[in-house]
């Protein structure tokens, strides 16, 4: 039996009670958008109505011993040089800008693109995906149901030949039970998010847009740009037994003022 199976097994019953056998060596947080939401309500249907505020887009990069891991790739790197930013054609949604490039970050830090293992991918929205392709050689952890649906759409997430492994729930990626793909539909078919065990700093949960912002999580308050209402709230309540039961930290991939508070790249979280 694989070290970390247990974990997995236990995380898909929606209650973690084993004991990793690892820990992840560092989490570096890397910049990877910022922008306006036009309309804030569009993430909290009935408040805030018509109401700006700021967003960020955030990637997570993962030392393990058994190789590199980047979660979500974020705004294409290409913004960094529109001198407007990425302007949505729906004012009420998020005008995008790039101070910094992924690829400047990965290189400051010495990781080159072939360094990286895996590239795991909470969902497939375009602040999400935009640099996947930076990356030929390195498979995408995805779900089988988010990869099926975002294929349909008119515009696809990254090259169809790009290597993937597609994922039928929980996944823990390096086998020792510190870094686990957490299945949380809802946001999207195949939405995920991940758990990280790191020996100094403990239990992180990155919550993808499983939730956009901290008000939305106390009040579980599910999205309009969303497929399945019932499966958000469900995907919820799931982190927050997780959260619970290893009193784990909930990273928020949007929220700007917790943005604000974490260690950017090139520090990092041990």
Not at 47 to 65: A, D, S
Not at 204 to 223: K, M, Q, T, Y
């Amino acid at each position: 039996m694989p070290c970390g199976f247990a974990l997995v097994v236990a995380l898909a019953t929606g209650v973690a009670t084993a004991t990793p056998t690892g820990a992840a060596q560092r989490l570096y947080v890397l910049s990877c958008g910022e922008g306006v939401a036009g309309d804030v309500s569009r993430w909290s249907p009935g408040v805030n109505e018509g109401k700006p505020m700021p967003f960020v887009g955030t990637c997570y990069l993962i030392r393990h011993e058994r190789g590199w891991m980047l979660w979500d790739t974020g705004v294409p790197d290409a913004v960094a040089s529109m001198p407007g930013g990425l302007k949505p054609s729906d004012p009420r949604a998020t005008h995008w800008y790039r101070r910094v490039t992924l690829a400047s970050q990965l290189e400051r830090l010495g990781v080159k693109p072939g360094d990286v293992r895996f590239i795991g991918l909470s969902h497939t929205h375009p602040d999400h995906v935009g640099n996947v392709d930076l990356f030929p050689e390195t498979p995408v952890l995805i779900q089988r149901a988010e990869y099926e649906w975002a294929f349909r759409q008119p515009k696809t997430p990254f090259r169809a030949e790009h290597p993937v492994t597609k994922l039928d729930g929980d996944r823990d990626v390096f086998g020792d039970g510190s870094v686990v793909i957490l299945s949380t539909p809802g946001h999207t078919p195949g939405h995920q998010s991940l758990l990280v065990h790191l020996r100094k700093t403990g239990w992180i949960v990155l919550s993808g847009d499983a939730v956009h912002f901290r008000s939305n999580w106390e009040a579980r308050r599910v999205p309009a740009i969303n497929t399945d209402r019932e499966q958000t709230l469900a995907s919820m309540q799931r982190l927050a037994d997780v959260l619970s039961e290893r009193h784990a930290q909930l990273w928020i991939n949007h929220d700007a003022a917790q943005a604000e508070r974490l260690r950017h790249a090139p520090d990092a979280y041990e």
